[in-house]
């Protein structure tokens, strides 16, 4: 079965640069959530898409940015990076429909390592 | 606000015995998913098992089950016949209805289990 694929796996940027993630939800599925996890934290909502348009916003920094186009994929836009946006960035999709296939649960892709050295 | 709640940083259990990790969490709403991911050193998360609130039956998977406890608002997780590969962070959520009309899901601060051989 189709996951949720993030791409680059791995990306090292300088500090004050710009990066760019992407995300592609699984096939149907309606809703596309962002997160970041820093070391030894549990993750944190930064944004979510449903139907490509903005539903909820987390603790995203103003110098973040995502959207959702009409293929569905995503891309979070990270400017003017810092030491400190050093996490892992999970993209995750899900059904918001309880009909037929909805289980309630995220998916979740195998995340975006971002290094700022 | 939701909230959830694991208290237990990390855990230790023996291979072969069993372990239980326990979740609390605080909502004034009836209808709810509570859910287990799994998060190795892959760092991938991995659902485990999943509990509808209005299904009064605890849910279970293979060696993984739940006692979700409604009015006492907790929902722990049973893992039986512990193995090494279960190793790994367990983190609880929850998953609230959002002002958006989606869905907002909680994660809890996760309980790192060690296994022993």
């Known amino acids: 079965a189709a996951g949720v694929i993030q791409s680059p796996r791995h990306l090292i940027k300088e500090k004050r640069e710009t990066a760019t993630l992407k995300c592609y939800p699984i096939?149907?599925?309606?809703?596309v959530y962002w997160y970041q996890q820093g070391p030894g934290q549990d993750p944190q909502f930064l944004i979510s898409?449903?139907?490509?348009?903005?539903?909820d916003k987390g603790s995203i920094p103003d110098r973040f940015s995502a959207q959702q186009f009409s293929d569905y994929h995503s891309e979070l836009n990270m400017s003017s990076l810092e030491l400190g946006d050093s996490a892992l960035y999970f993209c995750?999709?899900?059904?918001?429909?309880?009909?037929?296939?909805?289980?309630?649960?995220?998916?979740f892709g195998e995340g975006s390592r971002l290094t700022v050295l | 606000a939701q909230t959830v709640t694991q208290s237990q940083p990390e855990m230790s259990v023996q291979e072969a015995e069993t372990v239980t990790l326990s979740c609390t969490y605080d909502?004034?709403?009836?209808?709810?998913?509570l859910f287990w991911y799994k998060q190795p050193p892959s760092r991938q998360m991995i659902l485990v098992i999943r509990?509808?609130?209005?299904?009064?039956q605890n849910a279970t998977e293979n060696r993984f089950s739940v006692n979700f406890q409604k009015a006492a608002k907790s929902f722990s997780l049973k893992i039986s016949d512990s193995q090494l590969g279960d190793a790994a962070m367990y983190f609880c959520?929850?998953?609230?209805?959002?002002?958006?009309?989606?869905?907002?899901?909680?994660f809890g601060t996760g309980t790192r289990l060690k296994v022993l051989a």
């Open positions: 959520a929850y998953r609230s209805y959002s002002t958006s009309g989606t869905y907002k899901y909680i």
């Open positions: 509990q509808e609130a209005y299904k009064q």
């Open positions: 096939p149907r599925h309606d809703t």
């Open positions: 898409f449903y139907e490509k348009m903005q539903s």
């Open positions: 909502t004034s709403e009836s209808d709810y998913y």
């Open positions: 995750a999709s899900s059904l918001l429909k309880r009909e037929g296939s909805g289980t309630g649960e995220l998916f």
